[in-house]
């Protein structure tokens, strides 16, 4: 298991094994253990138990799947936290994710995510798929909102894992991508891990796997174009990285994007994460064999932002 975390103005200052104490939930004797046994990294190199955190100190924890169950808690502490359901019956749910929920637990997101609500709401989980992310059969980045599947039943897991592999379930996002964005089109740059900067993706990358992202042109503003976009395969971040690489990268995204904000008339707008928003998902049924076709409501802050385009500058088809 390896995961990464930047350290905040909140945690200045913090020795590390009391950081890792808190942050993991585990005594400062265990903390002490995997800082000992070099598994633990800050800014690439090996740190004393007692350093002292500072402000965007990158953190990596390195640990072998056979240690993991002892450093996280391995059962989902169920949250009563309020879900939107597009879909359910005794197999699976269909949920439209908020933007800034993680989906699972992970380092740094302990709870507050996406599996500690359906945990809550749902007392039948499957019982496959990892003990903090029971039934994910696929996932979307913290900050993107939109449908996404969770099996609770395990037959309707592995059918679904195999649906996903044989791209049997069709996805489609709504977007807004920076500039003129040709009308339509299919972008088949494959993407792999970045070498210089391991929490990014890249076309440029040394180990490549396929990635095929299409596109059509729904309105147009003076700076940005609406877009709805189908993903043929599912890399990590592959929308993302693909509309950057072309030049549009989406509105919001700090991490492969050139501004966080828009450019209107008189002012300027924070845009407050990337406009991405997984809209449309069409599948058979995994088991009753039947068409599921559910779209995901536009979220406040996308809808806000498309209100002030259409106010400001209107648009044309």
Not at 160 to 172: D, H, Q
Not at 217 to 226: E, Q
Not at 242 to 253: V, Y
Request: glycine share 6%; aromatic share 8%.
């Amino acid at each position: 298991m390896r995961e990464e975390l930047i350290i905040g103005i909140e945690n200045e200052g913090k020795r590390l094994d009391q950081f890792l104490s808190e942050t993991l939930k585990i005594s400062r004797a265990k903390a002490q253990e995997l800082i000992e046994k070099n598994y633990v990294k800050i800014n690439n190199s090996y740190k004393q138990k007692s350093y002292r955190l500072k402000i965007n100190d990158k953190l990596e924890l390195l640990l072998p799947e056979s240690y993991t169950r002892e450093v996280i808690t391995d059962f989902l502490i169920p949250q009563n936290i309020p879900i939107e359901i597009l879909y359910e019956d005794e197999y699976l749910v269909v949920l439209s994710k908020p933007p800034g929920m993680v989906v699972y637990p992970c380092l740094g997101h302990r709870d507050g995510t996406l599996m500690n609500a359906v945990a809550y709401h749902f007392k039948k989980l499957a019982s496959v798929g990892g003990p903090l992310r029971p039934g994910v059969v696929h996932r979307l980045d913290k900050d993107t909102s939109g449908a996404i599947i969770i099996a609770l039943d395990d037959n309707a897991y592995y059918r679904l894992i195999e649906m996903f592999k044989k791209r049997l379930i069709r996805k489609e996002y709504l977007t807004l991508a920076y500039g003129e964005v040709r009308d339509y089109g299919k972008i088949t740059s494959p993407i792999g891990r970045s070498t210089k900067d391991r929490k990014k993706m890249s076309t440029k990358a040394k180990n490549l796997k396929e990635a095929i992202t299409e596109w059509r042109v729904i309105k147009r503003f003076a700076n940005c174009s609406l877009l709805k976009v189908r993903i043929i395969t599912g890399r990590t971040h592959q929308i993302r990285v693909h509309f950057s690489s072309m030049g549009h990268p989406i509105l919001g995204d700090s991490l492969y994007g050139r501004k966080t904000y828009l450019e209107l008339k008189k002012e300027k707008i924070k845009i407050p994460r990337q406009m991405l928003h997984a809209h449309e998902i069409e599948f058979i049924h995994p088991l009753k064999e039947e068409i599921i076709s559910l779209e995901a409501p536009i979220p406040k802050d996308m809808g806000d932002i498309l209100k002030i385009l259409e106010g400001e500058y209107g648009f044309r088809q």
